[in-house]
């Protein structure tokens, strides 16, 4: 028998993942409640693992912290918000992150749920309006921070009851569910304007012989004083995961480091280098294809894709952007062409439901992209850069 034929032979009689976990890429999506229903009927969302599956997609990250609510049922929200999930029709009387992972586990795709509003909270939401002294404040004392047309506020990162209230929420879900990994973003900062409420004055002065912080919130010494507390609470975060459940994965996808840390005092450069992160998505949403490239080859994440498995976040369109199939695909290859470990798109609805081009040819296209099956590159199984 030649050796051609023989490794025929030996492919066909491995177990499928085996043979898919000949080669490994990320091949993510992010499924959000935000421009998109995918979420709100278990038979679409079902449909639409389906699909994913079908077109070799391996991963995605449901959201199930938005908008001030959970997406799953929390005693942990119930307790603090008054209400144990988000009160959109579509999820009541289910647990849409369980048949996520039930039919995504069917489909052998890995299921991250995704922390989406981090400290983040709309204005008028529950949340803000139960917990007013959670809140964060400008140095002028305004609380709003416009995004897009939405008034949004912010929990204090720095505040105990604060982060005893996010950390049970993440342990909540890393223990009742069976989960690969959990994900964070930059909302897991805090914009830097913000940081001037009496609790974290007061714990700055402290530790500094009763000199207030700086007025200018751009202050390098200030900034990095807050950047270096949501460290800390990220690495307690870390710890309690783990605790909980030894192989859960520990992702971020955040902005490029510059942003991330400028203005979101969010430093994923340096939780990588002290170990935190396991699974690193850096988006990079950007139609210039010379500014896309250039991120790509920043030190910091060459770095780190020296040591963990580092995908790009690739845009494939917003509720008013239309990304051309042209683009996509000729991002994916830039970042083949550097030896990441994959992509992730951002997000579900813009793969194929809301674009320009047809649902068919866009689907013919990511068809282009991911021929066949891929393994999902788990650096708790041995992943080498």
Same mark, same amino acid.
């Not at 979420?39 to 991963?59: C, I, P």
């Not at 909270?121 to 897009?148: C, F, H, M, Q």
């Not at 304007?193 to 919130?217: C, M, Q």
């Given at each position: 028998?030649?050796?051609?034929?023989?490794? +025929?032979?030996?492919?066909?009689?491995? *177990?499928?993942?085996?043979?898919?976990?000949?080669?490994?890429?990320?091949?993510?999506?992010?499924?959000?409640?935000?421009?998109?229903?995918?979420?709100?009927?278990?038979?679409?969302?079902?449909?639409?693992?389906?699909?994913?599956?079908?077109?070799?997609?391996?991963?995605?990250?449901?959201?199930?912290?938005?908008?001030?609510?959970?997406?799953?049922?929390?005693?942990?929200?119930?307790?603090?918000?008054?209400?144990?999930?988000?009160?959109?029709?579509?999820?009541?009387?289910?647990?849409?992150?369980?048949?996520?992972?039930? %039919?995504?586990?069917?489909?052998?795709?890995?299921?991250?749920?995704?922390? %989406?509003?981090?400290?983040?909270?709309?204005?008028?939401?529950?949340?803000?309006?139960?917990?007013?002294?959670?809140?964060?404040?400008?140095?002028? &004392?305004?609380?709003?921070?416009?995004?897009?047309?939405? @008034?949004?506020?912010?929990?204090?990162?720095?505040?105990?009851?604060?982060?005893?209230?996010?950390?049970?929420?993440?342990?909540? +879900?890393?223990?009742?569910?069976?989960?690969?990994?959990?994900?964070?973003?930059?909302?897991?900062?805090?914009?830097?304007?913000?940081? /001037?409420?009496?609790?974290?004055?007061?714990?700055?002065?402290?530790?500094?012989?009763?000199?207030?912080?700086?007025? @200018?919130?751009?202050?390098?010494?200030?900034?990095?004083?807050?950047? @270096?507390?949501?460290? &800390?609470?990220?690495?307690?975060?870390?710890?309690?995961?783990?605790?909980?459940?030894?192989?859960?994965?520990?992702?971020?996808?955040?902005?490029?480091?510059?942003?991330? /840390? %400028?203005?979101?005092?969010?430093?994923?450069?340096?939780?990588?280098?002290?170990?935190?992160?396991?699974?690193?998505?850096?988006?990079?949403?950007?139609?210039?294809?010379?500014?896309?490239?250039?991120?790509?080859?920043?030190?910091?994440?060459?770095?780190?894709?020296?040591?963990?498995?580092?995908?790009?976040?690739?845009?494939?369109?917003?509720?008013?952007?239309?990304?051309?199939?042209?683009?996509?695909?000729?991002?994916?290859?830039?970042?083949?062409?550097?030896?990441?470990? &994959?992509?992730?798109?951002?997000? /579900?609805?813009?793969?194929?439901?809301?674009?320009?081009?047809?649902?068919?040819?866009?689907?013919?296209?990511?068809?282009?992209?991911? *021929?066949?099956?891929?393994?999902?590159?788990?650096?708790?199984?041995?992943?080498?850069?």
């Amino acid at each position: 028998m030649g050796i051609l034929m023989a490794l +025929i032979v030996v492919m066909i009689s491995l *177990p499928l993942n085996a043979q898919t976990n000949m080669t490994s890429e990320l091949r993510g999506a992010w499924l959000t409640n935000i421009d998109s229903d995918v979420l709100f009927e278990s038979d679409r969302l079902k449909r639409s693992l389906q699909t994913l599956q079908k077109l070799n997609f391996n991963t995605v990250y449901p959201t199930v912290w938005n908008w001030g609510y959970t997406l799953y049922p929390s005693k942990v929200a119930s307790k603090v918000i008054g209400r144990a999930i988000d009160p959109t029709p579509g999820l009541k009387g289910r647990d849409m992150l369980k048949e996520t992972v039930i %039919e995504g586990h069917k489909q052998g795709l890995k299921v991250i749920p995704w922390f %989406e509003f981090g400290f983040m909270a709309p204005a008028d939401s529950l949340l803000a309006k139960n917990r007013p002294y959670w809140l964060t404040n400008r140095s002028d &004392g305004t609380r709003i921070v416009k995004e897009g047309t939405h @008034n949004r506020v912010w929990l204090s990162p720095f505040r105990p009851d604060v982060q005893r209230f996010i950390q049970d929420l993440i342990v909540e +879900i890393v223990k009742n569910y069976d989960i690969d990994g959990i994900q964070f973003d930059d909302h897991f900062g805090l914009p830097s304007e913000l940081g /001037y409420d009496p609790y974290t004055v007061s714990l700055y002065k402290k530790e500094h012989r009763g000199k207030a912080p700086s007025k @200018n919130p751009k202050d390098p010494e200030w900034v990095r004083w807050r950047a @270096n507390k949501i460290t &800390g609470f990220m690495k307690r975060v870390f710890t309690a995961i783990k605790a909980t459940k030894k192989n859960c994965i520990v992702s971020v996808a955040p902005n490029p480091q510059r942003f991330s /840390y %400028e203005y979101f005092l969010a430093d994923w450069q340096r939780w990588e280098r002290m170990g935190l992160i396991e699974d690193l998505v850096v988006q990079i949403y950007r139609d210039d294809l010379n500014v896309f490239v250039k991120e790509l080859e920043y030190p910091e994440v060459k770095a780190a894709k020296s040591h963990i498995p580092v995908s790009i976040g690739i845009l494939t369109g917003l509720k008013n952007r239309s990304v051309p199939m042209q683009q996509i695909q000729t991002q994916v290859q830039k970042v083949r062409d550097r030896n990441f470990a &994959g992509v992730s798109f951002f997000f /579900y609805e813009t793969l194929w439901n809301m674009s320009k081009e047809t649902p068919l040819d866009r689907q013919a296209g990511f068809e282009q992209i991911f *021929p066949t099956p891929a393994g999902y590159p788990n650096i708790l199984t041995g992943w080498k850069p």
